[in-house]
């Protein structure tokens, strides 16, 4: 069972860092950001995180498609706190 206030905590750093993400136009910022989601994903609930991503190793950790799998975090930790 995961923690309730483990999904708490991610759903508000992720939700705020993506809220600044999603605005910005910097892409120093933007790299910020991403460099700081992929850190705090290393240290997070291993459960949550199978949860959320699915099984994928590379999520929230891969440029490529970072915009898309933070948004589908929030969107997830979301239900998950409803």
Known sequence: ??????IETAYSFLHQKRN????SSIDWQRDDI???IASYVD???EELLCEI???NLDFLKDHSHFEEDISKAVELL????E
Do not use: F, Q, T
């Open 53 to 55: 991503s699915g099984g």
């Open 78 to 81: 979301e239900k998950m706190l």
């Open 1 to 6: 069972m995961i923690p309730r206030d483990s």
């Open 20 to 23: 600044v993400y999603i605005h």
């Open 43 to 45: 240290d997070m609930n």
């Open 34 to 36: 991403e460099y700081a």
